[in-house]
């Protein structure tokens, strides 16, 4: 991995205007690629593949509840990513990116990325053409995408020993909800909360939600697991644990950066997160 990552801080003076409403969570002090968290932390109701399942049964005071990240985690489509980060900037007259820069200098939320490669924000014209770009290759790269290695067996494996787990993300929920049925594991979760807000650009404010619908499920024994310093950040606001994951869309680098616990396999971070349940959440974003 070239150079390691700058310290960054999360919250940046220019992201904070009217351009894009950013939500309020704890400040990151150090970080790879700055994540500023965004999203309304404003009561609403999180969208839902079913009606959330009731208080967990069974379940010990400190057993683990996993809320899984989609993209780059349970979902292995950062091929498609690449394919479709490199033909939008085509689009737009920017050099590509190999993985391993892509994955130095990715961050939430995204205009913060294309600054990082520009020099500058995009402006609200320049971003909305990104996007559009970005999504309409996404969709066509990802129709292939599997699941990651090992994650299927990981969640038949931890539903069937009684245990629960959930799924929070950024991607639409509109389209994620679909996409997890096709690969025939909704019913794994007892909650699928993806993005409703178009211009939410960070996970906080929707962990916070999405954590308190999950009846009987307390934040301590909660152990979010993905591949963004943006999922540790969102965990932080939730008051949950986060384990990172190296096989999505940022390095090794950058996830060390978060302070929280970095795995190369989904198994290992199922592992521990058997391990952490219970005791106080501690990360970097402080």
């Not at 404003?42 to 996993?66: C, D, F, N, Q, Y």
């Not at 590509?96 to 990325?113: I, S």
């Not at 963004?228 to 932080?236: F, I």
Request: charged share 25%.
């Amino acid at each position: 991995m070239p150079g390691g990552c700058p310290a960054r801080r999360a919250v940046d003076a220019r992201m904070a205007g009217a351009r894009r409403p950013a939500d309020r969570v704890p400040p990151v002090t150090r970080r790879c690629g700055a994540a500023v968290r965004r999203g309304s932390l404003s009561p609403r109701p999180s969208a839902r593949l079913s009606e959330p399942v009731g208080t967990v049964v069974g379940m010990g005071k400190h057993v683990a509840h996993i809320v899984w990240d989609w993209n780059g985690t349970l979902l292995h489509d950062i091929d498609a990513v690449m394919t479709a980060t490199n033909a939008s900037f085509a689009e737009l007259g920017l050099e590509p990116l190999t993985l391993e820069r892509y994955r130095d200098l990715y961050c939430v939320p995204v205009p913060r990325f294309y600054e990082r490669l520009m020099g500058r924000l995009p402006t609200d014209e320049e971003w909305e053409v990104m996007d559009a770009a970005f999504h309409r290759h996404y969709r066509e790269a990802a129709r292939n995408a599997a699941l990651a290695a090992g994650a299927r067996e990981l969640l038949a494996d931890w539903h069937s020993a009684g245990l629960t787990q959930s799924l929070c993300s950024l991607a639409s929920h509109d389209h994620l909800v679909p996409l997890v049925r096709t690969h025939g594991i909704d019913g794994y979760f007892a909650r699928v909360d993806g993005r409703v807000d178009p211009k939410q650009h960070g996970k906080a404010g929707q962990m916070v939600r999405h954590l308190a619908a999950l009846e009987g499920v307390s934040p301590e024994r909660v152990v979010v697991i993905g591949d963004a310093v943006d999922d540790a950040s969102a965990a932080a606001a939730a008051g949950a644990h986060a384990v990172l994951y190296t096989g999505g869309s940022q390095s090794r680098a950058c996830l060390e950066a978060a302070g929280v616990p970095v795995v190369d396999t989904l198994a290992e971070a199922a592992e521990l997160a058997r391990e952490l349940a219970g005791r106080r959440p501690v990360s970097g974003l402080n």
